[in-house]
C-alpha cells in the first residue's frame, strides 16, 4: 500500500511542479531558474511545516500518509525539501558537522555532476 501511496503522490507532486514551471514561464515569458527556486523553497517550506508539527505531536499521520506526503509528493515536486530536512535532521540530533558536510558535499559534488554528465552528454552524437 505505501508504495502505491508514493506513487500517487509522486505524480501529484510531478504534476505540480510542471504547472509552477508553465507558470513561471508564462509570467517571465521565457523558461527561467526561479520554477526550480520556486519549488525547492515551497517545497522546502511545506516539509518543514510537516515535520515541526509531526515532531511537536500537534498532529499525526499513518505510515501511508506520511509515505504520501514526504516521499511521494514533495518528493516529485522537489527532492530538495527532503534534502533539506536531512541536513535540519542531523543538526538537530547534533550532528552539526556532518550536516555541513551535506550540505557542502551536495552541492559541490552536484555541481560537478551536473558539469559531467552535461559534458558527456555535449560529446554522445
Not at 91 to 97: D, I, K
Amino acid at each position: 500500500m505505501i508504495w502505491l501511496a508514493v506513487a500517487a503522490g509522486g505524480a501529484l507532486g510531478s504534476a505540480a511542479r510542471h504547472g509552477v514551471n508553465l507558470l513561471m514561464a508564462s509570467l517571465m515569458a521565457r523558461p527561467t531558474p526561479y520554477a526550480t527556486a520556486a519549488v525547492n523553497l515551497i517545497g522546502t517550506g511545506i516539509i518543514g511545516i510537516l515535520a515541526g508539527t509531526l515532531a511537536s505531536g500537534g498532529t499525526q499521520m499513518t505510515p501511508t500518509v506520511r509515505a504520501f506526503i514526504f516521499i511521494g509528493v514533495l518528493g516529485g515536486f522537489t527532492t530538495f525539501s527532503s534534502y533539506m530536512l536531512d541536513t535540519l535532521t542531523l543538526a538537530y540530533t547534533g550532528e552539526r558537522m556532518i550536516a555541513l558536510v551535506n550540505v557542502l558535499g551536495q552541492t559541490l559534488l552536484g555541481v560537478a555532476a551536473i558539469w559531467a554528465g552535461y559534458s558527456l552528454g555535449l560529446s554522445i552524437r
